[in-house]
C-alpha cells in the first residue's frame, strides 16, 4: 500500500461482525505468545465468510505485530498491512521500492502470528513479472495470511504514475490465481488498479472487468476523484465487493462516512494512515517533553500496568502455572507481589534442621528463622565465615515505595531466586567471594528488573 501527495495508499477487505473467534477461547489462551494463526486456510475461509455477510466493515492499516494486536483488540474484524507503514516504521524510509519482499514478508509473518483476525498483505506489485507473482502469493500463503493485494504499476516511484498494460495486469492476476489452486489455498485475491490517475477512468473500469474475469475476489480502483466516480466503479460488475480508500489528511477520493459508502456500494473501507500517523505525532510529543526535562502527561499514554496487560503478561503468567513443576517453580506476578508482602513467620518446621546447607528447604520465604537457627551459632555450621555474614535484599518499586526489605544468611543462596527471580543467572557466589575479606558493608548489587523496580543486594 502506498500514500503520496498525488496518490492513495492500497488496502483490502473489512468485515462483518461475525462471532470473534477468541470469545471462545479460555483467557489462558489468549497469551500474546500463542499462535492462533496457523496457516491463510482457516483465516482465507473466515475472510470469505465475512465479504459474503451484509455491510459495510471498516479496517485500519497496521504495520507490526502490536499495532495488529490493537486493531483487533479495538473490536476490528479484519486487519491488513500497509506497504506505506512498513517501509516507515521498519526502515524509516519512504515507500518507494526500497522494501524488499523478503522484509515484507517477514514483517507480515510476525503479523499474522499475533492476532486471530484475518490479515490481508500488501503485495505491492507482486515484485515482478507474472513467474514473481506465483512466488509471491505462495510466500503470502505460508505466511499465514488471509488476502493478498497486487497491483497493476510498472514501477514502485510515485513521482510519476505509469502502469504496465492491460495484458500484463490481466496476466498477473491469472497467475496468482493459478499459484493459489497450485498452493490449494483459498487466499483472498485484492486486486487494484492505478490506471485512473495514469490513464482515465475508463482504462481503470476496464481492467476491473478484466480483472474479475481473471479471477479477482474483490475490486480497487486508487485515486477516484469524485462520488461520481465512486459510483460509476460500484456498477461495474455488482456481485463482487468493492473496496474504498479513505486517506486521512487529504487525498483524490472525497473522505466520506461509512453509511455514505454503503449507499453507494462499497463493501469494505480502509483507513491507511491512522495508526502510523498518531504513533509519530505521538513519539514526537514525547520526545519534546523529555528533552524538556518532563515526563509525558498520564493521560497522553496508558500507565504501566494497562501496557503490560495489553502485551499480555498476565495471561501469559496464567498459563505459564501449567507448566510449574514442584521443584523449580517461576513465580507470577501475583505470586511475586504476596511474596514481598508476606511477614516473618513465627517457626520453621523442626525437620528443616535436618536439611543438607547443599539442598535448602525450598520454603524459603523464612529466611530469617534459617537465620536465628545457623546464622547466629557459627559452631553448628561448617562454613562459619559465610554463615556469619548476613545478605541484605532491598527492593524499590518503580514507583518509589519499598516493596522488599529482606536480611537472610549470606550462605543461604540455593532458594534466593524463588524470592527473587530477578537474580536468577547472577552469580552472587562469586561477588562474596571477592568480599569475603572486607570488613563493613558493601554493595552487591544494583540495578533494574524487566518490571521496573530496583533491586539492592548488600553484605553486612
Known sequence: MKVSAVSSPSFTVGVTRVPHRSQSLSPTFKSS??????????????LRRIL???????????F???????????????????????????????????????????????????????????????????????????????????????????????????????????????AAVDARRESGSDIVIVARTD???????????????????????VLFIDALASREEMKAFCEVSPLVPKMANMLEGGGKTP???????????????????????????????????????????PGSMPSFEEIKDILGFNAYYEEEKRYATSTNQQLS???????????????VDREQTSQSFKDP????????????????????????????????????????????????PAGFLDGITNIVPALGGVNIKELLDDATEEVGGKLLLDFQDRMGDRIQVFLE
Request: glycine share 8%; aromatic share 6%.
Open 64 to 174: 507490526d505485530a502490536l499495532s495488529a494486536k490493537l486493531v483487533q483488540d479495538a473490536g476490528f474484524q479484519f486487519c491488513f498491512t500497509s506497504g506505506f507503514s512498513i517501509s516507515a516504521a521498519k526502515l524509516a524510509l519512504p515507500d518507494t521500492g526500497l522494501i524488499s519482499y523478503a522484509e515484507m514478508l517477514q514483517q507480515g509473518h510476525l503479523i499474522t502470528q499475533a492476532v486471530s483476525i484475518p490479515v490481508i498483505g500488501d503485495a505491492d506489485n507482486g515484485y515482478g513479472n507474472a513467474m514473481n507473482v506465483k512466488r509471491t502469493l505462495k510466500g503470502y500463503i505460508a505466511a499465514g495470511f488471509a488476502g493478498i493485494i497486487l497491483e497493476d504499476q510498472a514501477n514502485r516511484s510515485r513521482c510519476l504514475k505509469r502502469v504496465v498494460s492491460r495484458e500484463e495486469a490481466v496476466m498477473k492476476i491469472k
Open 52 to 62: 459474503d455477510s451484509p455491510g459495510l466493515h471498516q479496517g485500519p492499516a497496521c
Open 195 to 217: 490506471s485512473r490517475q495514469a490513464l482515465s477512468l475508463e482504462e481503470a473500469l476496464v481492467r476491473s472487468r478484466a480483472f474479475v474475469d481473471a479471477g479477482a475476489d
Open 255 to 297: 473522505i466520506l462516512n461509512p453509511m455514505e459508502l454503503q449507499e453507494i456500494g462499497f463493501k469494505i473501507v480502509a483507513y491507511p494512515l491512522s495508526l502510523i500517523g498518531v504513533s509519530i505525532r505521538a513519539m514526537q510529543d514525547s520526545l519534546t517533553a523529555i528533552r524538556g526535562g518532563r515526563i509525558p502527561p
Open 333 to 347: 506476578k501475583s505470586d511475586i507481589s504476596s511474596l514481598y508482602s508476606l511477614q516473618r513467620r513465627d517457626q
Open 33 to 46: 505468545l500463542a499462535i492462533r494463526c496457523s496457516s491463510a486456510a482457516p483465516s482465507a475461509k473466515l
Open 361 to 408: 528447604v525450598v520454603e524459603v520465604i523464612t529466611p530469617d528463622d534459617v537465620y536465628n537457627k545457623y546464622g547466629a551459632d557459627s559452631s553448628r555450621n561448617p562454613f562459619s565465615g559465610i554463615w556469619s555474614r548476613t545478605l541484605r535484599v532491598k527492593i524499590t518499586g518503580r514507583d518509589g515505595f519499598e516493596k522488599l526489605d529482606l536480611r537472610i
